[in-house]
């Protein structure tokens, strides 16, 4: 993993780091991820694309006639 050095405002970096520790994590945390984003490698869309591919193929049916229910048996208890 490399390192980045970034310039900042004083006040911008206390700031930021009251924010993260209000979210209970790190102003590197929070850059990583912007960055992760930025570049489309997003933790988010790769956890999706591996659901998507879990779930390719895979069907889920009421049967063959498709069973539908009223709204009456919804919600009949």
Do not use: C, Q
Not at 48 to 58: N, P, R, V
Request: aromatic content about 6%; glycine content about 8%; overall charge negative.
């Amino acid at each position: 993993m490399s390192n980045l050095t970034l310039s900042i405002d004083d006040e911008l970096l206390r700031r930021a780091r009251m924010r993260a520790l209000e979210l209970d994590t790190t102003v590197n945390a929070v850059v990583r991820e912007y960055l992760e984003g930025f570049a489309g490698e997003s933790p988010t869309k790769r956890a999706l694309a591996e659901f998507l591919d879990l779930t390719e193929g895979l069907s889920a049916s009421s049967g063959p006639d498709g069973r539908g229910w009223t709204r009456e048996e919804l919600y009949d208890r």
